[in-house]
């Protein structure tokens, strides 16, 4: 049995006992969350349409907060003495799946 979550704008593919990087969410390392599923597929049975999905749950908690990859960006100005760098590094917390619940 898998699921597809939503959270944070993206879709991930995720099993029980799998952990999984997603933006940051309400709550603190220890804590239960709830992800809002969009597909469940157990076997040949594909649940996806709002109406199944209504009783359906998928249930995480939260192993850690980790960081992504340092992205280095520069920015110019042609015919001017104007240059900026910066740079970004996107938090995530690491899920794990403790339950997929289909109704």
Not at 9 to 15: L, P, S, T
Not at 45 to 69: F, M, N, R
């Amino acid at each position: 049995m898998y699921a597809v979550i939503a959270s944070g704008g993206k879709q991930e593919k995720v099993a029980q006992g799998e952990q999984v990087r997603v933006e940051l969410l309400d709550g603190d390392e220890g804590s239960e969350v709830s992800l809002t599923p969009v597909m469940i597929v157990d076997g040949d049975t594909v649940l996806s349409t709002p109406d199944e999905l209504k009783g359906a749950k998928v249930a995480g908690k939260i192993v850690a907060k980790t960081k992504g990859p340092k992205i280095n960006g520069f920015t110019y100005k042609n015919s001017t003495t104007y240059r900026r760098r910066y740079g970004h590094r996107q938090k995530y917390h690491m899920v794990e799946i403790t339950s997929i619940t289909a109704s």
